[in-house]
C-alpha cells in the first residue's frame, strides 16, 4: 500500500468535501461548514495551516435524507453512520473514498477510508442536553480509546472506566448520543446548535444563525457558511480570528493513511 502525504491527504478530503456539497446541491439539501473548517475558510480561505481535516454540518432532516441517499453501488465515495454501520460508534456521519484505508491510533477498530465528517444541526432547549451528550461523550471515549501515548495514572483511571462501561457497547453509547440530540426538531425551538458531538455549551445559539447560507472560498472553490456564523463561532471559540499561541498550533488527530493496492496515484 502506498501512504498518503499531508497535501494528498488534504485533496482527497477536498474532494469528497466538494462531492457532498454537488450532492446537496443538485438535490435541495442544506449543508454548511463548521468547527475548525469555518475557522479556516473566515480566517485562512483554506485548512487552518496545522489541521488536516474537514467538518460539515447540516440540519437534521437534511443529514437524514443524506445518509439515506447519498451511496450509490459504483460510486467509490460512501457514507456511514449509525444506522448503516452496526459496529460503527460515532453520533454523526462520516463519507469517506473507499480506495483509502485511515487508521486511527488512538481507538483501535476504526478502519474507515480518508474522510470528511458530516454533523447534524438539531434543536436545542436547555444546556443540560448539551452536558448529559458532552458525559456520554467522555463514556463513549473511554470505551473506545487505547493505551497510545497516555500517562500511567489516565491508564489506571481508562482501565476502571472500561470496567464499568463493560455491559454497553460503544455502539449503543453513540446511540444514546444520537437519541438526546434528537429531542428537539432542528427550528422547533429558539435555540439551535451542532450538539450531537459538542464542542461544549457555546453550541448552543440562536437559530436565526442557521437561517440561511452564504458562500465563502475554501481552498480556491465556495462552499455554504451560515449567515450568523460570526455569532456561532464566537459563541464557541471566543475571539477565533486571534491565532492561538505558537505551541498549540498542532494537529489533535493522529491517524495513517494509505491507498489501498490497485490504486494507481
Known sequence: MKAIALDELRSVQLDLLQKTADFCEKNGLRYFLCGGTLIGAIRHKGFIPWDDDIDIAMPRPDYDQFVKTFNQPDNYYQVVNLDINPDYAYSFAKVYDNRTIMNELHYPGDTFGVYIDVFPADGVNEVTQIKKIMLLHKFLNTKKANYYHRTFSKKIINTFGKLLLLPFSAHKIAEWMDNEARKYAFGSVPMAGVIANPLGVGEMVDKSVF???????????????????????????????????????????????????????
Open 211 to 265: 437561517d440561511s447560507d452564504i458562500y465563502q472560498e475554501f481552498e480556491g472553490r465556495r462552499f455554504r457558511v451560515p449567515i450568523g456564523y460570526d455569532t456561532w463561532l464566537r459563541s464557541i471559540y471566543g475571539d477565533y480570528m486571534q491565532l492561538p499561541p505558537e505551541e498549540h498550533r498542532v494537529t489533535h488527530h493522529t491517524f495513517e493513511a494509505w491507498w489501498k493496492d490497485g490504486i494507481q496515484k
